[in-house]
């Protein structure tokens, strides 16, 4: 086989595939505008200025607020924001901001999933240990993924939302969050 890849899954067209399908089921998401504060900004954001971000993502980020297509947007950011199984895409960076400021509030359905993908999008903007072999076989040279500088510096940026995240009891009751996810998310927003 050479080492080709057997199968290689194009993130972004399985994203405009799920954004797509989110704005037919909930048409509402692409003509409302949402005044919920953490979305502040969202729509002042040039998306399409970001190598790979195909959709709109404000359509995606109004449908986590939605009960009923909570769950839909949920896997469209999905798509957006990760690149591959062990990834980031460069889309992470813009969203962190709003992923952090959504997961805070108790009243956004899918917290805790959204919580997951804060903690995926901490561990995966980690930089990768230049001396160390598994570690640059897993995810690459850092001259290679200027997304994880970028994520970190999100996360730095908004270090007082991760606070907050870190110090909810409420949101952590639920979760098996164990030290390293604790270490990692307070590591890359520099705590």
């Known amino acids: 086989m050479g080492g080709t890849p057997v199968c290689k899954v194009d993130h972004e067209a399985a994203a405009v595939t799920a954004t797509a399908a989110l704005t037919a089921a909930y048409p509402h998401l692409r003509q409302e505008a949402f005044p919920h504060p953490a979305l502040e900004g969202c729509e002042d954001v040039e998306w ?34 990760m690149s591959g199984p062990m990834s980031i895409s460069a889309t992470m ?39 160390n072999a598994w570690d640059l076989a897993v995810g690459g040279p850092e001259r290679d993924h200027p997304e994880r500088a970028l994520c970190r510096a999100a996360f730095v940026a908004d270090a007082a ?31």
């Open 93 to 131: 960076p813009a969203v962190v901001p709003y992923l952090l400021r959504l997961t805070a509030d108790p009243s956004v359905p899918r917290r805790n999933e959204l919580f997951g993908l804060v903690l995926i999008a901490a561990a995966l903007s980690a930089p990768t240990d230049p001396d």
């Open 161 to 191: 939302w991760v606070r907050r995240l870190l110090a909810d009891d409420e949101l952590l009751a639920g979760l098996q969050l164990g030290e390293d996810d604790r270490a990692s998310l307070a590591q890359a927003a520099g705590l």
């Open 48 to 81: 399409s200025s970001i190598p790979g971000c195909p959709v709109d993502v404000p359509v995606v980020l109004r449908g986590l607020l939605d009960p009923d297509a909570a769950e839909m947007a949920e896997q469209a950011l999905d798509w957006l924001v």
